[in-house]
């Protein structure tokens, strides 16, 4: 099954980030801006604005499997990264798409906290409900084997950080069969152990020794949250581009805060760009909510 | 040296080993794990040592062992591993051994929740061990104060010899900010260590204990500390204050991350035209004694409203200081629940009559 998600003009040509070749095909396109799906609005109105802006200039990203297995050291911004892209493929894909949260090492911003904007959005959440929500146990939900074994619709499994967050995929990797999901090492330079190539390579072979599945491709996310510049997007796309190089993986996709994105010119970028919506919040960059209703 | 994006946890960590504490003994629990996570990787490439105890008690003395060595050594928990330090904490604050200790607060009382909460103020700055000592209190409101009060701490353990205590709310350990460590860390003058006990050869031999059979002995041991604390309370005090003008017709009191959703919902009311002010202490113990009285004095201030996420244990401290000259409210949420801004403004907003 392949996504095709990366319009380069509204006729429908889309640009194969595998082997490189334009091609024009038909497939499912809506303009972000129409979307008038109770619940979306704000995220379809962010997706829409590089592309407002620049043109048809950048990429989105896509994905050869339906399984895609987001991991990363603590910090990498794996969660923000999983449920923006959830968001997105739910809004251009028709079939059912589900995140799995895997996250059993961090206690706090994980992506169960987004669970309600997601559903109504038609996402099928997995993730314990209740007490359970917020407990410190290594808590692994039965039904995520069944899922993840019937290969249903899209998937998506956020991972906790580092080899001790990818134990729990280590558990569950015979569910998966080669070739028939992508993992996406997702890289922020600005966090201390995967600032440069040999800390990136050395967490990322931990992460596979732990999860006992091999990456297939990388992810740029670098960012320091609010005070994220182009500068320090640009910084982790260098960085990407030699993890690349040294492992032979293809950087699937750099991802950023939308609001930093429209300052830059993202025809430099060269690789599929997925515009982030800040979800998982500090208690003081919201009006309600917090710990509650999950 | 460039600005890192580190978890609030990693940043006491990394601060630890930027002023060369490299001995750390720690039990896990939620939700301060990652410092000992952290520091499994980074100490043995600093030549430090971390031991994972078998429980908090054995922590405790741990630090009172290698404390008395002089070389600077530390622990982190969460609030039930805290309680179970006490008696050494009392023990170490007994024998005048600079120990930094972070306490990184869930909800309590009992085994609790793992979500955020500052329910351990009384532990920590009343006491919580037994007899007549006191803890340096710090409480930091960002990540970067984590790891500047974390800097701090070292240095007054070791100026007063007295165990020292961060304390910071689950989400201060576990929220991720930008944070910026010295480049090249250099102590200020600190007094000499020359009570460490590194063998007799060529001294005098000499004890570190907090046993004083001898009644004497011991009223002279409790005065020397209360000096001490005396000196702390003239020379530590450390607070923070945010929009207060003489405009204010209400006065904030919050600590820790309730501070910065207070700093918000000030910025909220002040576009609705209600003037509100923060007082934020950061050091606990001292408390800002009169420097809370000085502004509570002030005659445009009507009313005083202290937030905490607790039942209200600060507050205790705000009426003492506030001496009874202008009304004091309370608004408080437990369990790990956060007042969000919302709240926090309709706190506000009642206890100026404003609404109902």
């Known amino acids: 099954m392949i996504f095709f998600t990366i319009p380069l003009d509204n006729q429908g040509h889309y640009f194969n980030i595998n082997d490189g070749k334009t091609r024009q095909v038909l497939f499912d396109y809506r303009p972000f801006n129409k979307v008038k799906l109770k619940g979306i609005l704000k995220v379809a109105a962010m997706v829409s604005h590089p592309m407002d802006k620049h043109g048809a200039d950048f990429l989105y990203p896509s994905f050869s499997s339906n399984t895609i297995i987001l991991v990363g050291g603590f910090g990498s911004g794996k969660t923000e990264v999983a449920v923006n892209l959830t968001k997105f493929l739910a809004l251009r894909n028709k079939e059912q798409v589900t995140i799995i949260d895997l996250d059993l090492v961090n206690p706090y911003f994980r992506s169960r906290e987004a669970k309600d904007e997601m559903e109504s959005m038609g996402i099928r959440v997995i993730a314990p409900r209740g007490g359970n929500a917020y407990a410190d146990l290594p808590i692994l939900l039965p039904e995520i084997r069944g899922v993840v074994e019937k290969r249903e619709g899209l998937i998506i499994l956020d991972v906790g950080g580092d080899e001790q967050g990818s134990r729990a995929l280590g558990s569950l990797s015979s569910a998966f069969i080669e070739g028939q999901y992508e993992m996406i090492m997702i890289l922020n330079s600005r966090r201390p152990f995967t600032s440069d190539v040999n800390g990136s390579l050395k967490t990322m072979a931990r992460i596979e020794n732990a999860g006992h599945l091999k990456f297939t491709g990388v992810a740029s996310n670098s960012h320091m949250i609010e005070e994220t510049t182009p500068d320090i997007i640009m910084e982790g796309l260098l960085l990407a581009n030699e993890v690349s190089k040294a492992s032979g993986l293809p950087i699937k996709f750099l991802s950023a805060k939308g609001e930093v994105l429209r300052e830059m010119n993202l025809i430099t970028i060269g690789v599929p760009v997925l515009p982030l919506v800040r979800s998982m919040l500090k208690p003081w960059e919201k009006k309600t909510g917090g710990f509650r209703g999950v | ?356």
């Open chain 2, 1 to 356: 040296m460039a600005k890192k994006l580190m978890k609030g946890n990693e940043a006491i960590a990394e601060a630890a080993v930027c002023v060369g504490a490299i001995n750390y003994f720690a039990y896990p629990i939620t939700p301060q794990s990652e410092v000992a996570e952290y520091l499994a990787r980074r100490l043995p490439e600093v030549g430090g040592v971390f031991i994972q105890a078998e429980s908090e008690v054995a922590v405790g003395n741990m630090l009172f062992g290698a404390a008395c060595s002089g070389k600077r050594v530390f622990t982190t928990s969460s609030s039930p591993g805290i309680s179970l330090m006490q008696e050494a904490i009392s023990y170490m604050a007994g024998a005048h051994l600079p120990v930094v200790i972070v306490n990184i607060m869930r909800g309590g009382p009992g085994l609790g929740g793992i979500l955020p909460a500052q329910s351990d103020y009384f532990q920590a700055v009343k006491g919580g061990g037994h007899g007549d000592y006191r803890l340096i209190v710090l409480a930091p409101s960002s990540v970067q104060e984590a790891v500047d009060l974390t800097i701090l701490a070292f240095q007054l353990a070791d100026k007063y010899r007295a165990p020292v205590m961060m304390i910071g709310d689950g989400m201060i350990g576990q929220m991720m900010e930008s944070v910026e460590f010295p480049a090249k860390y250099q102590d200020p003058p600190l007094p000499p260590k020359d009570w460490a006990l590194g063998g007799a050869r060529g001294r005098k031999p000499q004890v570190i204990k907090s046993l004083f059979l001898d009644p004497i002995a011991l009223e002279k041991n409790n005065i020397l500390l209360a000096e001490k604390y005396k000196v702390i309370r003239e020379n530590e005090v450390r607070y923070e204050l945010y929009k207060v003008n003489n405009k204010n017709r209400l006065l904030l009191f919050a600590y820790g991350m309730m501070a910065r959703i207070c700093q918000t919902a000030i910025d909220e009311l002040e576009t609705e035209g209600i003037s509100v002010g923060l007082f934020r202490p950061i050091s606990l113990f001292p408390f800002p004694e009169k420097e809370v009285y000085r502004e509570v004095l002030k005659d445009n201030i009507e009313r005083l409203l202290t937030v905490e996420m607790s039942m209200g244990q600060m507050v205790e401290d705000i009426e003492r200081c506030s001496k009874g000259k202008k009304p004091l409210g309370f608004y408080g949420r437990t369990g790990g629940i956060v007042p969000m801004t919302e709240e926090v403004k309709g706190a506000v907003k009642k206890e100026l009559g404003l609404v109902k």
